[in-house]
């Protein structure tokens, strides 16, 4: 069962000269959702309102959005739901109009099967690298074409994500998951600085290391920290923690205890 909201209304379209259909021109949220609630999204939301005041979109009221990812959950209670913010439809131009009519679009879906919290992924190093730009770093813009040439490297199901570098060779991220490493107890994961999307699960993971005494590192990574690596693990907002169990062709880990720790305490999972 899905369902879907534009403006709030369950019939209406989107304009063919959206602003967000035809250059991109706007944001979104992925969330996970548990009896009707979205996870997180008060940090859904902060970071949905700082891409509009970087872009310059008006932001629309919290309190509507919170109302509408309700109604698109009715009946179907768990799920995934998505929320995009255009800067709305305007004249054939890249300059944004000066008063922007912003389009929201609400959808929901029935949660995928995730089966075991700790099985162990995949993963490979992508070609495509990310362009670097301060601006839009952090942020879930809606250009995406980097990461879909990304997942377009392969097509072997045995690999669930690829990680991604910026053009002067930092690791920064998957394709749609944020990348975190464990050397000799320390928990570190890359700056996001001109590149990258800063994820709310990210964010959760550094508050959930906090408050269990983890040591954590925010900063540059190189790809080589793989060679060295104890534990590494991939978040996203929808799937959460996914510990990694190889890189292909180069190495292979084991779950290792702070992975499991960290497990639980953002799921209750006993892992």
Same mark, same amino acid.
């Given at each position: 069962?899905?369902? $879907? *909201?534009?403006?709030? +209304? ?6 063919? #000269? &959206? =602003?967000? %259909?035809a250059?991109?021109? @706007? /944001? ?12 997180? %999204?008060? /940090? ?10 970087? *872009? @310059?979109?008006?932001?629309? +009221? ?8 309700? =109604? ?35 959808? +929901? ?6 089966g ?12 495509? =690298? ?6 839009? !770093?952090?942020?879930?813009h ?8 990304a997942?377009?490297?392969? &097509? ?5 994500? @690829?990680?991604? %570098? +910026? ?6 991220? !998957?394709? !749609? !998951? ?7 107890? $320390? /928990?570190?994961?890359?700056a996001? =600085? &001109?590149?990258g ?29 793989? &060679?060295?690596? #104890? ?11 996914r510990?990694?169990?190889? /890189? ?24």
């Amino acid at each position: 069962m899905k369902r $879907r *909201l534009v403006n709030g +209304s369950d019939t209406g379209g989107i304009a063919l #000269d &959206d =602003r967000g %259909l035809a250059y991109g021109d @706007g /944001l979104f949220e992925t969330m996970a959702a548990t009896d009707g609630r979205v996870h997180h %999204l008060e /940090l859904h939301l902060a970071r949905l309102e700082e891409g509009c005041r970087r *872009l @310059g979109i008006p932001m629309p +009221s919290p309190g509507l959005l919170e109302e509408e990812c309700g =109604r698109v959950l009715e009946g179907l209670g768990n799920g995934t739901v998505k929320l995009i913010v255009t800067r709305g439809p305007g004249p054939r131009s890249y300059r944004p109009p000066a008063e922007p009519r912003v389009t929201r679009i609400v959808t +929901s879906a029935a949660p995928r099967a995730r089966g075991d919290v700790l099985a162990p992924i995949a993963v490979r190093l992508c070609q495509t =690298r990310l362009g670097q730009n301060p601006l839009l !770093a952090g942020l879930k813009h809606l250009n995406r074409l980097e990461q879909v040439m990304a997942c377009a490297e392969w &097509d072997d199901p045995a690999v669930a994500e @690829g990680l991604m %570098l +910026s053009m002067d060779g930092r690791m920064v991220c !998957a394709t !749609a !998951a944020n990348v975190f490493v464990v050397i000799g107890g $320390r /928990l570190v994961t890359p700056a996001i =600085r &001109d590149c990258g999307v800063s994820g709310v699960m990210r964010q959760v993971v550094l508050m959930a290391a906090s408050e269990l005494g983890i040591p954590v590192g925010v900063e540059d990574l190189r790809p080589e920290i793989l &060679d060295t690596a #104890d534990e590494v693990f991939v978040t996203n907002a929808v799937a959460g923690i996914r510990p990694v169990g190889e /890189l292909v062709g180069a190495r292979k880990w084991t779950v290792g205890e702070i992975t499991r720790a960290l497990v639980k305490s953002t799921t209750g999972v006993d892992a």
